[in-house]
Structures are given as structure tokens and as C-alpha cells.
């Protein structure tokens, strides 16, 4: 058996891992490459394989950087299932089609007028890929092969997230593989906590946050009421959150209404201005049976009416941007997470030059990006081509995350009865994955732990 790691190596996107036997070969999600300026070529670089001969795809999550490069998969000829959870699925009929539409956009962009240079994909590809997939539950025994058989555990990451275990029967041998996919740090809110895993013969575990500690959640949520409270009793301004449409959205939703319900903040309007993070809601409320029993029972409290606390979906574009005349009392949170397109640009160009309001940072703002200028500390930015002072305040939410931290992953590694034959670290900047595997052999006695190179292949 041999596997080969295609992405995800030494980084934190891209992730992509193929298998190869006697008998089949399959892949282990298709990320798309983000971030820096290589992305673009190794997205469009040839595959290392050949699309054809992929028997079928096993999917941890719907996070672009675990999917992206689905339709370019497809279109390359790979015609196999793609098995993935039926949340995953729903989930992957609005990403896919949106990154789609973001790479049909961008190739218009670049070419000008009269130019060539076609899309990474189109809409039409990623329509093509989405029927390749095949949903199905968690703990529950799928077989994509004769030869292989594999159960979807759930990774408490993101709504749909899964930890995959794969056994694999070749050379006269009945192996074990186990794919963490992305984990989710335990105790946070909508998700489950990550399924405990207890033995594997040979391990790919993610180590994006393998050298540091989240804030804990009731410093986070202290640190929200305060904006919160500051800004709409004392200043009279609006909070202007930008945040990522598919569960970061989610994730302050929880947290705004559960700090209402303990009276720890005023009456306010909330407006989740961004198409896409209303259809992921309406998702996330779909696969109810997946939410954990605290978002469950703040569910059944939102179902009665409650005075005070006005939760809107904005979809049309006259809706959005008939927010710019709202002065106080709102809570305004849109896409895109980065603040470098969509709504939040015109949210932050009405309020960002406005010293009652603030400016709420919800997530991971990459270097070049509106969102990091504002974080970095920048006296005045452009938005669209002009200049609008900083005078807001700004706040950076530290504890959300939808990674388990180092303690967290030691915590589910600890789980492990005796350790793997082979241990990979994936799915994170080099620096941090050598720093977590030294942590493995330093903590849990486990020797065989390496960090892949991207394009190393190992033979098991
Ligand atoms: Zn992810």
C-alpha cells in the first residue's frame, strides 16, 4: 500500500492524500490551494495522477481548501462516487458553486478585454462534480470498494466535518487508516466535540494550531459583551463584524443570542447581511440532529418570541444597502471574513470613519488583505477607491476557532490506546507540524512520527 501526499503537507491548504494498492486507488479530499502567491499555479498544475484512474474520493469537509479542486477533478475525467456526509453535501452545493463563480469572475478580470486564460473551473463544472456525490451518515459502515471498507466519524469542526477511518485489505493484510480531517476544538458551540478514535495502524492527524493554546470561551465571550455593551449603550454607534458565511456566521449567532438570554446584553437588531451565510444557516438549522444539545436547547428558546432581540437575513441588494442609513443599535455581520470583497466593504466604508462604532474581528485575517490593514492598525484605508479614515475602535475576537488547539489535539491523540505504526503530520506550516511531532514523541512515547513533504510517498 502506498500514499502519496499530494497537499495539505507541510502547509495548511491543498490537503489531498491518494492511496494506491494492487487493487484500487482513491483520494482523500481535493483542496484547492490558498494564500501566498504559488496558490495559483499549483491549483492549475497537472495532477500527479491520473484523474481516470481514481476509483472514488473520501471527503472530511466542505471547506474549499479540503474540496476546491473537485470540479477540476471531474472535468479531468475522474467519473468515481464522492462520499461525504449529507450535511457536507448541502454544504458543497453552495461552496462549490460560489468558488466557482469566484474563478469565472476572476478570469474575466485578469483577461480584459480580447484576451484568453480560461477558469480554474466553471459554474457548469462544479455542477457537473456536485452530482458525483454520494451522502451519507456518520458510524455508519460504507464500502467504496471490495476492498475497502470506511466510517465517517464526526470531527466536530464545522457542521458535516468528519475524521475518516479507512481499512484497507491488499498485500494479504487488513490495515487500518485514520484521516482527522480538520478537528474542532471541544466545548465550542453548534458542533459536536470530535469522536474519540482509539487505534489506527497508520495515522494522518492535522496540526494547523499544533504549537499554541486558544483563548478559553469565557474570556471570548467577555471579551464580545464588552464591544457589545460599549458600543451600543455607551458610544450609541453599530458593531460592523465581518465573519465568514459558512460557520463563523453560525458561530456568533449562538453566542449573540445565548449572551441575551443571560441579560448580559441590551436589546439589539442583528443583521446577517450575505447571501450565503443565510443558506448556510438555513442548512446548519436543517441537520438539527447534528447540533450539539446546547444549540439544541437555544433553538427551542429562540422558537418563542422574544422582545428586544431582531434577528434579519438580508438578501436583496436594496435591503443591504438600506443599512447604510442605520446610525445605532445594530449588529451587522457579513462576508466576506476578510473584509477584501463583498457587502462588509460598504458596511465598513459608511462606519469605519465613524469614531461610536466598532469594528469586530471575528477570525483569521491573511496579510494583503482589508481585514489585516484594519487588525495592523492603519490610520486610514482605501475601499473602493476611496480613502476612508479609521476611527471606529477596534476588536479582535482571539478565542474562536474552528481548530482544536495543541492541547486539544494532544487531548484526542491521548485517546489512542498504543500508538500508531505510522504517524503523519499534516495540515500544517512546517515549523508547527516538526514542533507538534517533537511534542508526540516528547508526551506520548510515539516513535514514528514524521512530517511528509508534499509529493513524498511512503510505502506501507
Ligand atoms: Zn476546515
Redesign the pocket.
Known amino acids: 500500500m502506498k500514499i502519496t501526499f499530494l497537499g495539505g503537507a507541510g502547509e495548511v491548504t491543498g490537503s489531498c492524500y491518494l492511496v494506491e494498492t494492487a487493487h484500487t486507488r482513491f483520494l482523500v479530499d481535493c483542496g484547492m490551494f490558498q494564500g501566498g502567491r504559488e496558490a495559483g499555479p499549483k491549483n492549475r498544475a497537472r495532477f500527479a495522477f491520473d484523474p481516470r484512474a481514481v476509483d472514488f474520493v473520501l471527503l472530511?469537509?466542505?471547506?474549499i481548501?479540503?474540496s476546491g479542486l473537485l470540479p477540476r477533478l471531474a472535468a479531468e475525467g475522474f467519473h468515481g462516487p464522492i462520499y461525504a456526509t449529507a450535511a457536507t453535501c448541502d454544504l458543497l452545493q453552495v461552496m462549490l458553486l460560489d468558488s466557482a463563480h469566484i474563478q469565472e469572475k476572476e478570469a474575466e478580470w485578469q483577461r480584459g478585454p480580447g484576451k484568453g486564460g480560461a477558469p480554474l473551473y466553471t459554474v457548469a463544472q462544479a455542477e457537473h462534480a456536485l452530482k458525483q456525490l454520494k451522502p451519507i451518515a456518520y458510524d455508519t459502515e460504507i464500502h467504496p470498494h471490495a476492498s475497502v471498507r470506511s466510517i465517517y466519524r464526526d470531527a466536530g469542526?464545522?457542521l458535516g466535518?468528519a475524521i475518516i477511518e479507512v481499512w484497507v485489505a491488499a498485500d494479504g493484510r487488513n490495515r487500518k487508516i485514520v484521516f482527522s480531517?480538520?478537528l474542532g476544538q471541544p466545548m465550542r458551540p453548534i458542533v459536536r466535540d470530535p469522536a474519540v478514535v482509539t487505534g489506527a495502524d497508520v495515522l494522518l492527524v492535522e496540526s494547523t494550531y499544533g504549537n499554541r493554546l486558544h483563548k478559553t470561551m469565557a474570556e471570548t465571550l467577555n471579551e464580545l459583551e464588552h464591544a457589545i455593551v460599549d458600543t451600543l449603550k455607551r458610544k450609541g454607534g453599530n458593531v460592523i463584524v465581518p465573519a465568514f458565511a459558512v460557520?463563523r456566521t453560525q458561530e456568533l449567532l449562538y453566542l449573540l443570542i445565548d449572551l441575551y438570554r443571560k441579560q448580559r446584553l441590551p436589546a439589539m437588531d442583528i443583521y446577517v447581511d450575505s447571501p450565503m451565510a443565510m443558506r448556510a444557516t438555513e442548512i446548519t438549522l436543517r441537520h438539527g440532529s447534528l447540533l450539539d444539545t446546547e444549540s439544541a436547547n437555544l433553538m427551542q428558546w429562540m422558537r418563542k418570541k422574544h422582545d428586544g432581540l431582531h434577528i434579519n437575513f438580508v438578501q436583496d441588494v436594496e435591503e443591504s444597502i438600506a443599512l447604510h442609513r442605520i446610525k445605532s443599535g445594530a449588529v451587522i455581520i457579513s462576508a466576506s471574513g476578510m473584509c477584501d470583497a463583498g457587502r462588509i466593504k460598504y458596511h465598513l466604508q459608511h462606519n469605519l470613519g465613524r469614531p461610536e462604532c466598532t469594528i469586530l474581528i471575528t477570525g483569521f485575517q491573511a496579510a494583503g488583505t482589508l481585514g489585516r490593514r484594519i487588525v495592523d492598525g492603519a490610520k486610514e484605508v482605501r475601499i473602493f477607491d476611496t480613502k476612508v479614515p479609521v476611527r471606529a475602535d477596534v476588536y479582535t475576537l482571539g478565542g474562536l476557532s474552528?481548530?482544536a488547539d495543541q492541547a486539544a489535539l494532544l487531548g484526542w491523540l491521548g485517546h489512542f490506546k498504543q500508538a500508531p505504526q505510522r504517524t503523519f503530520i499534516v495540515h500544517g506550516e512546517q515549523l508547527t507540524a516538526e514542533l507538534f511531532a517533537d511534542m508526540l514523541r516528547q508526551r506520548l512515547g510515539w516513535h514514528n512520527v514524521s512530517v511528509p513533504q508534499r509529493h513524498a510517498s511512503v510505502t506501507i
Do not use: N, P
Open positions: 472530511t469537509h466542505a471547506h481548501d479540503h469542526h464545522i466535518s480531517g480538520d460557520g474552528a481548530h
